[in-house]
């Protein structure tokens, strides 16, 4: 099994990358920011100012349609009542999470933000199930059910968040990112005319923390961890790197040189867009 300290677990196919944790945000330079999740006492509060806004939206919407059917029937007025609690508890909190991805008013005021398992940005469908399963355990028991699985969750998921795959973070935390490694000299000469196809992201992540903390691994460690990352890199990477290189050196060589082309890259394609730009201008 590979070193806690990485956050890995050996996988069935013995990858010393395969179980990141979920809480891993790669970034495009395959860089893991841990999410915090948001605490349980910001969860409360921001749920407080959600279910205040709701509850004061519903009174005025019935109070409208109250007033428009004093002249119809009774019957009329059960479905306004229906149609006016479909609108308030699912139809408005699952557009609003949609379009702010992630956000309620609630959220925004305490500094909070719904997001996928994977820490990615939800959709529609997860802001649809959040709402739906809020309905019964918010609205319906007081709010008792999401308070008990909120306490008992590592992550303060309520029932919602189980159904939907989601958790919430605190979206103001600052997120420091570890400087990313450096060229070996020795390795730059062979790093620029090795032919490097794309690295899965789960292997490059990996390969990151493992240079990140490599001053916190002890020798045996390091050099088991270097080799399995070593060997699946080298799927993706030819020629071999010269007789005698260090699997730590050899990876950083590979992480360095990624870096630097993608950065390369980018520069191309925005002087591309640049000029693109420039010539569909009129005179």
Not at 34 to 48: K, W
Not at 178 to 196: F, H, K, Q, V
Request: aromatic residues 6%; positive net charge; without cysteine.
């Amino acid at each position: 099994m590979a070193d806690p300290d990485l956050r890995t677990t050996q996988a069935p196919e013995h990858s010393a990358y395969a179980a990141l944790t979920v809480d891993d945000l790669v970034t495009g330079e395959a860089v893991a920011l841990d999410l915090p999740p948001a605490s349980l006492g910001t969860r409360i509060v921001s749920g407080l100012i959600d279910v205040i806004v709701t509850v004061a939206l519903l009174a005025g919407i019935i109070f409208t349609f109250t007033l428009a059917a004093l002249q119809t029937d009774e019957a009329l007025l059960q479905v306004a009542m229906i149609g006016s609690m479909v609108v308030v508890f699912l139809v408005v909190p699952t557009t609003v999470e949609t379009l702010t991805r992630g956000k309620s008013l609630g959220k925004w005021v305490m500094g909070l933000r719904a997001v996928r398992d994977d820490a990615g940005p939800i959709s529609f469908q997860h802001a649809f199930v959040r709402a739906l399963v809020g309905l019964v355990e918010i609205y319906a028991f007081s709010g008792a059910p999401a308070f008990f699985s909120a306490l008992l969750s590592s992550r303060g998921k309520r029932l919602g968040d189980y159904a939907a795959g989601t958790y919430v973070v605190r979206d103001r935390v600052r997120l420091s990112l570890p400087n990313p490694p450096g060229m070996p000299r020795e390795l730059a000469r062979w790093a620029g005319a090795a032919d490097m196809a794309g690295l899965p992201p789960r292997l490059a992540l990996g390969i990151r923390q493992y240079l990140a903390r490599l001053p916190e691994i002890d020798p045996a460690t390091r050099a088991r961890l270097g080799t399995q990352l070593a060997s699946e890199t080298s799927r993706y990477v030819a020629p071999v790197p010269p007789p005698g290189t260090r699997p730590e050196a050899y990876l950083a060589a590979v992480i360095a040189e990624r870096r630097a082309r993608d950065v390369a890259r980018l520069a191309r394609e925005e002087s591309l867009r640049r000029r693109l730009t420039r010539s569909r201008r009129p005179p």
